[in-house]
């Protein structure tokens, strides 16, 4: 079984910063594409930043500029790290990992989803 676990959400004011974790563990063959996503109360889930295993980034724009995504592929662990942040930035942050997975039958490729950390932005 593969799992997605994150960290370093919390409570922080306007212009502070976090650093988000996900570490993928289990039978991981290779990992494909990282990312991270967000899901605000009433609204959709949307894409935040995804990184390929080249380490090219794709951003969207309301974060451009402010959050970075890495990844330390040793580790098949994906950051983000969210500077200058704002209350609207306030949501449950999911990462999302591409994954080829060692199974019974060989291997098999999925995309897997972490169980959500909270970013809360207030003063």
């Known amino acids: 079984q593969v799992q997605l676990v994150e960290s370093g959400g919390g409570l922080v004011q306007p212009g502070g910063s976090l650093r988000l974790s996900c570490a993928a563990s289990g039978s991981i063959f290779s990992i494909n594409g990282m990312g991270w996503y967000r899901q605000a109360p009433w609204k959709q889930r949307e894409v935040v930043a995804t990184?390929?295993?080249?380490?090219?980034?794709n951003y969207a724009d309301s974060v451009k500029g402010r959050f970075t995504i890495s990844r330390d592929n040793a580790k098949n662990t994906v950051y983000l790290q969210m500077n200058s942040l704002k209350p609207a930035d306030t949501a449950v942050y999911y990462c999302?990992?591409?994954?080829?997975?060692?199974?019974?039958?060989?291997?098999?490729?999925?995309?897997?989803w972490g169980q959500g950390t909270q970013v809360a932005v207030s003063s």
């Open positions: 990184i390929t295993s080249g380490g090219s980034t």
């Open positions: 999302n990992a591409e994954i080829t997975s060692w199974t019974t039958g060989g291997r098999a490729y999925r995309e897997h």
